[in-house]
């Protein structure tokens, strides 16, 4: 299927690993113009030079920022259309900050994981979205979790933020007439991936706890990859996915009751 997606222009907050790492190969895979943004300026560079190396130089565009930060954030998407092309879609995938389980959180985790989580999606949101309106409409995404959806006994934070995203998400959808910018969002479960959390549990002393959860929790009893994300992402970046708006995608193998 063609997404229609050739040379348009996809910013994408979070991009040098992990599930923004698939997205963004998702997305050049389809012909889209992907500007890849982290906070780690060698790390970011490494995966625009190995984008560039295999899709072309003209592909890939790279910024490096704190992309939870206002400042960052409106930097790195005026950068954008300035050197790279006008804004077709945007995708908040910044997230996940350290902190330790139940109640017995310290002002400065809760603050940090409400930066990373919630206020990273939101400050993004609002500094593309009326960019996307301006180029004539599209498409913003927001990377959440299952955590979002449910108690899993996740730290307290992430799973509140998450909740938080999903809610803001289907909240700016409501706006989708005045902007012609449509607003989903896709919630992840267990993701897997180099040097993710999932990869150390799975082959670490607990390994094999770690994979009869798995087998019990999720119906397709296996962890879900990157691509797996970054195909669901390239379609609801399309024109393919319409009619699709305020929507809450659960990406999780069944994992979700």
Known sequence: MDLGLKDKVIFIAGASRGIGHGIAESLLKEGARVALTARGAEALEATRAAFAAEYGAGSVWSFAADLTQSAGINAAVAACEAEFGPLSGAVANVGL??????????????????????????????AAIPRISANGGGSFLFISSIAGLGALGTPLIYGATKAAVNHLSTSIARFADDTKVRVNTIAPGNIIFPGSTWEKQSTGPRAEAWWRWIRREVPMKRFGT????????????????????????????????
């Open 226 to 257: 990157p691509q797996e994300i970054g195909d669901t992402a390239a379609f609801l970046l399309s024109e393919r996915a319409s009619f699709i708006n305020g929507a809450v995608i659960a990406v999780d193998g069944g994992q979700t009751r």
């Open 97 to 126: 900050s350290p902190s330790p389980l139940g109640i017995d959180v310290s002002d400065e985790d809760w603050d940090a994981g409400l930066d990373q989580n919630l206020n990273s999606a939101f400050r993004l949101a609002r």
